[in-house]
């Protein structure tokens, strides 16, 4: 949803947050307008309904077209948070309007807070004043706890008193609707251990507001929250992960330091219990014996009576201090320069002015060095909100009616101030009497030839120099009517805050808006350059995803041509080996047919060769044998079967020597040739593996090149994106 310029927009745009602001135009519903702070949007006025009379505190928080709709969410939020309460201990809601991107929270108005009193006084509050101001704030806090709601931002500065000593708890914009909650919110040096540490370990609840609260009442029995000294984000380390603080107890080494009670350091040490479930409620630290003994309404009262008279004597000596000066201003100025009787301008040296702004603001009579830190700590402890400086500034004039001025280098002039205009009320004169004469009276001059080069004021430096402008015209001029306008005006206003703090404050916020533009500038460039950083690192990824795929092509292909040249290098050494075993086979099997050859004609041989052998011995036996006398017939006849038979003998003998022996020689030949053939076989493995091993090795070597080329091609990109990213 865009950011809603007026209640008809957001109507337009939203009914239901529509019904959350009035239809009437601010600017003419209040008047009176006087800032009497700042908060953490804007600033704070007080103001007068025109229609009811009512006095009223205006909150102003900038929406504008340079928010976030964050922050308008947050305005939003604390809008419905505030009306829903009803307790006599909370602000009362008052109304809400919507003009010019600009939102005005109209809330019951209060003279001022609980760490005004300490900035007026300059000194810690009493034990009974604390505790009637913390018994009335514990009942808030049992009323919002009681509801499942956690304030957030509990601290002096948003506990409120009205003009009868009541006790009001303020500022809901870091507040949360439910309990438990987990977001990091609150104020450093107030803030509970377990806020600190709800991202890691969880949930908290409403007891995050009772150790604030426990650290508020060091702040007023001391004027500053512990581990003030510190860093904010120091502080925090230490309030997560140290003891609790305790109040500084007089001793023999610090004699100057207050005693306290025995309630009071119980009630406190009560509050900061480290572990939240021993931490007592609101409702339980209600009925301890510090609080049921020392509050009283009265002790209360009689504080706002002398800080509102002390308010009045700070300004009415900073308004003689400053009227002096004006008037040796203005005669150093009537001497060297002739005012026009005709002519509605004032002249205003800008040098007396800076001088006069420096005399006022940093009056070393009216502040100790010392004690103007307690103000500078409430500037540093706001939250950072990121508001619209400009629109919030002018939305403010807009409201005081401010006349516009010019500031050149010697010379402010500012344009002719409508005497139908409604008085000018600036904080700076609260305590001004009641008999000061109407702001809008012009003093007569003539003009006066400007010099060329023209610089702008700063809105501080604009502000005192207006103020500066309305003094001199009262001391000037007199108007009754407008006297007694002033004097209704000024005796209904009431205040525990000096001018000094207001204007102060305001100077430290707008240093603060400066310093959040400036963040602000810093956080959109941070933004621009993370998004230039992560469109670099998109395209450094593609670059290097596509080149890995180019490279990953390259080397499957490699890959694959390796696979294919291996496998045709296998299938020829599978051939080879299958050739020579194959012609092995054929060979030995030659051989067995050659020697099985060999063998029948050697035996076929030697079967002739003993057939005729035979026969001859036989015959010559024969002859041998029928030649003898000695024998008879058959002994002759058995002598040659026996000769025969011993012949045959041998002839068979013969043959299986041979046979054995022709046996043997195939066998030996048939060895050394298998021998032979063997050792030819583990030749060519040999040869085979020689080659494989060279095919190997070749491919390895064009692999590492081919990585070592794509390394240098990777490295070279990454090279190249590193240079570029810093640049």
Known sequence: MPLPRSIKDLVENDSEYGNLFSKEDPEKLFVDLREIGHG??????????????????????????????????????????????????????????????????????????????????????????????????????????????????????????????????????????????????????????????????????????????????????????????????????????????????????????????????????????????????????????????????????????????????????????????????????????????????????????????????????????DDTQSVDFLSRSNRMQLNDDNESLNSSRSSLQQPPAAVFKGVIITKPISTTSQPINNPIYTGMPANINNLNRHLSGTDITLPSNVNQPSPLQSNINESNVQIRNNLKTSDPSSSRHNHQSLTEFSTIKTSRIVIREQREHDQDDQQLEQFRGYKQMRHQHQKQLKQFEERCRNEKIELRSKLEREYNIFQEQVNIDNNRLLEKHRKELADRVKYNQNHMKTLERQHDEDLENELKRFHQEQTKQYKIKKEEFKKQILSSTMLTKNEKEDEIRRLKDDLQLKFRNDEQKLRTQLIHNYTVRRLQTKRQKLLLLHTLERNLFEEKCTKSMDIIVQRHVLLKKHHEQTKDVELRQLTNLHK
């Open 40 to 369: 953490n949007f804007g600033a704070v006025y007080y103001a007068r309904n025109s229609e009811t009379n009512e006095i009223v505190a205006i909150k102003k928080m900038s929406a504008g077209r340079k928010q976030n709709a964050e922050t308008w969410q947050d305005i939003l939020n604390e809008i419905r948070f505030l009306r829903e309460l009803n307790h006599r201990h909370c602000i009362a809601y008052r109304g809400c309007y919507l003009k010019e991107y600009t939102t005005w929270l109209a809330m019951e108005y209060c003279v001022g807070s609980a760490a005004d009193l300490i900035e007026v006084h300059k000194k810690p509050l009493t034990e009974g004043e604390i505790a009637t101001i913390v018994c009335d704030t514990l009942s808030a806090l049992d009323y919002l706890h009681s509801m499942h709601r956690i304030h957030r931002d509990i601290k002096a500065g948003n506990i409120l008193l009205t003009e009868d000593a009541i006790v009001k708890l303020a500022d809901f914009g870091s507040a949360s609707f439910t309990s438990p909650a987990n977001s990091f919110v609150g104020t450093p040096y107030w803030i509970a251990p377990e806020v600190i540490l709800a991202m890691e370990n969880g949930q908290y609840d409403g007891k995050v507001d009772i150790w604030s609260l426990g650290i508020t009442c060091i702040e007023l029995a001391e004027r500053k929250p512990p581990l003030f000294n510190m860093n904010p984000m120091s502080a925090l380390y230490h309030i997560a992960q140290n003891d609790p603080p305790t109040l500084m107890i007089k001793n023999e080494n610090q004699p100057t330091n207050p005693s306290y009670t025995n309630d009071f350091i119980l009630f406190i040490a009560m509050c900061l219990q480290k572990n939240p479930n021993k931490r007592p409620t609101a409702n339980e630290l209600h009925q301890t014996s510090f609080i049921k003994s020392n509050s009283n309404r009265d002790i209360l009262i009689n504080l706002i009576r002398r800080t509102k008279e002390a308010v009045k004597e700070f300004d009415n000596i900073r308004y003689r201090r400053m009227k002096k000066v004006l008037m040796d201003n203005e005669e150093q100025n009537t001497s060297n320069t002739n005012i026009s009787q005709t002519n509605d301008f004032i002249n205003i040296d800008v040098d007396s002015s800076s001088n006069i702004q420096n005399d006022i603001l940093d009056d070393p009579t009216l502040d100790d060095d």
